[in-house]
């Protein structure tokens, strides 16, 4: 039963360092005042065993937390390379899911995806939602993205290839929508321009950007009409200029590549 109870102290040190390492020197301690029955100096091996396994637990733990401390900083999303079909196949970040109300989007501080609302208006995305990474528009946030097909798990990178671009406006200023198609779907491989994509969906996609805002305070939008896949390769392109830039001009001592993020050679 000590032997048990000895090698249970230990397996949750591993667990639960400092909760473990008090209750070993408790279980110890009770050995010891134990006068009703007889104690082995095995048994006595076996509990302080534990208790040396809980120290060491805890001393494991506080070099982990200072190798943490002095890690370096994280990746970005926003540096994810583009790959080497830019700009006619790139990456894509999933904020949304089609079907949700959840607004989420990326918060590059913490490293994760922050809900930023719930839409206030009785509609929901259509389409998957999310952006591309390395590009950066006139409202200070990445090239928005639709991506047509199955429902997406908010957090993944998915290859697609645009077809066609929605200009927009809203109250922070250039807004416009990539629509693009999932490259490893044979379903739209047939989709190779906006002249692909049924014009019914389209209307759908202007009606829910012209009305997704409508309930919320100081906030507005305003949609224009569609662009070709020549067009939004061009503002594809435009928008990663615009990032390499931005990039530069906050970190000179850095530039970022097309495909990956580089140091400059010396």
Request: aromatic letters at 10%.
């Amino acid at each position: 039963a000590l032997r048990r109870a000895a090698l249970s102290s230990a397996s949750c040190a591993a667990k639960s360092t400092n909760r473990v390492a008090l209750r070993a020197c408790a279980s110890y301690s009770s050995i010891n005042n134990t006068s009703s029955t007889p104690v082995s100096g095995t048994s006595y091996g076996w509990a302080a065993g534990a208790a040396g396994l809980a120290a060491a637990a805890v001393a494991a733990s506080t070099t982990a937390y200072s190798t943490l401390a002095e890690a370096p900083p994280r990746f970005s999303i926003y540096d994810l390379p583009l790959g080497d079909k830019f700009p006619k196949e790139i990456p894509c970040f999933i904020e949304v899911a089609r079907g949700s109300r959840n607004k989420y989007e990326w918060d590059d501080k913490i490293g994760f995806l922050r809900l930023d609302r719930v839409l206030h208006s009785a509609v929901f995305y259509p389409h998957n939602y999310g952006f591309y990474p390395q590009t950066l528009c006139g409202d200070g946030d990445p090239l928005d993205v639709l991506v047509l097909g199955e429902e997406l798990v908010p957090g993944a990178i998915v290859d697609v290839r645009a077809v066609g671009y929605m200009v927009m406006e809203d109250e922070k200023g250039l807004d416009e929508k990539v629509l693009a198609v999932p490259t490893n779907d044979p379903r739209f491989d047939e989709y190779k321009t906006l002249r692909d994509v049924p014009e019914h969906l389209l209307r759908e996609i202007a009606h829910f950007f012209e009305t997704y805002k409508a309930l919320e305070k100081k906030k507005w939008a305003k949609v224009g009409g569609w662009k070709g896949t020549e067009d939004t390769i061009n503002l594809i392109e435009t928008t990663h200029q615009a990032y390499k830039e931005a990039k530069a001009k906050a970190n000179p001592t850095h530039r970022v590549g097309t495909h990956k993020t580089e140091k400059p050679k010396k």
